[in-house]
């Protein structure tokens, strides 16, 4: 029952993100995309999240570590998800000069293999983007209390997550829809925090690297 209550949620987020890059029937002007051409032909591009300019709306379980704090925001969960080790964040993401061109949507669930995300990146002028992998954030919770921040109060510093090939951190890239249905290909994502406040508001970036293929 959680299983298929979650798997609405996300398809419902992805949706209303995907209505929303062509309500109101428009064209929206479309911003250069910096992608970059592999040898073998697929095609990379870097998406970047500024915290906490470019954060949303974000709630979860108090099981979730330091991102679930209530610096997140006052959204209830419904009783269904409640029990479950859950994080939905909403946010604005970037290209790598800084540009906001779109909205992106990230769920994290915990299963025994540990922490999957999903992400669905909306760019209203491109199309939707979907992402399924493993949380790069896992780890840092651990990485920045060895760091030395601490519950209620204020930290600064260096922290970053990086995952690799080896450890599973690098999931899986699928278009859904206009200029990106059809192709497939993988991301890593990657963290970078600088600062937490008393209340675990996050400072520094998230990168999603992607290397697209046109699906045969």
Same mark, same amino acid.
């Given at each position: 029952m959680k299983i298929a209550f979650l798997s609405g949620a996300v398809l419902g987020v992805a949706l209303a993100l995907a209505i929303a890059?062509?309500?109101p029937w428009v064209d929206h002007v479309r911003m250069l995309s910096y992608t970059g051409?592999?040898?073998n032909g697929g095609r990379t591009e870097r998406f970047v999240i500024r915290l906490p300019a470019d954060q949303i709306i974000a709630t979860?379980?108090?099981d979730g570590g330091v991102r679930n704090s209530a610096a997140l925001g006052g959204v209830r969960l419904p009783e269904a998800l409640s029990q479950a080790a859950v994080r939905l964040e909403h946010f604005k993401v970037r290209d790598i000069e800084g540009n906001v061109i779109g909205l992106a949507a990230?769920?994290?669930t915990a299963v025994p293999a540990g922490p999957n995300a999903a992400w669905a990146i909306t760019i209203p002028?491109? @199309?939707?983007? =979907?992402l399924v992998g493993t949380d790069a954030f896992s780890d840092l919770d651990d990485a920045l209390e060895r760091a030395g921040r601490r519950e209620a109060l204020r930290w600064s510093g260096d922290v970053s997550s990086t995952p690799s090939r080896a450890?599973? @951190?690098?999931? =899986?890239?699928a278009g859904s829809s206009g200029e990106f249905e059809g192709l497939a290909g993988s991301y890593a994502e990657s963290w970078r925090v600088t600062g937490v406040d008393e209340i675990g508001g996050l400072r520094g970036t998230i990168q999603l690297a992607t290397t697209l293929f046109r699906a045969p």
């Amino acid at each position: 029952m959680k299983i298929a209550f979650l798997s609405g949620a996300v398809l419902g987020v992805a949706l209303a993100l995907a209505i929303a890059g062509f309500y109101p029937w428009v064209d929206h002007v479309r911003m250069l995309s910096y992608t970059g051409v592999q040898q073998n032909g697929g095609r990379t591009e870097r998406f970047v999240i500024r915290l906490p300019a470019d954060q949303i709306i974000a709630t979860g379980t108090q099981d979730g570590g330091v991102r679930n704090s209530a610096a997140l925001g006052g959204v209830r969960l419904p009783e269904a998800l409640s029990q479950a080790a859950v994080r939905l964040e909403h946010f604005k993401v970037r290209d790598i000069e800084g540009n906001v061109i779109g909205l992106a949507a990230k769920h994290t669930t915990a299963v025994p293999a540990g922490p999957n995300a999903a992400w669905a990146i909306t760019i209203p002028s491109r @199309g939707t983007l =979907r992402l399924v992998g493993t949380d790069a954030f896992s780890d840092l919770d651990d990485a920045l209390e060895r760091a030395g921040r601490r519950e209620a109060l204020r930290w600064s510093g260096d922290v970053s997550s990086t995952p690799s090939r080896a450890e599973g @951190g690098v999931g =899986r890239a699928a278009g859904s829809s206009g200029e990106f249905e059809g192709l497939a290909g993988s991301y890593a994502e990657s963290w970078r925090v600088t600062g937490v406040d008393e209340i675990g508001g996050l400072r520094g970036t998230i990168q999603l690297a992607t290397t697209l293929f046109r699906a045969p």
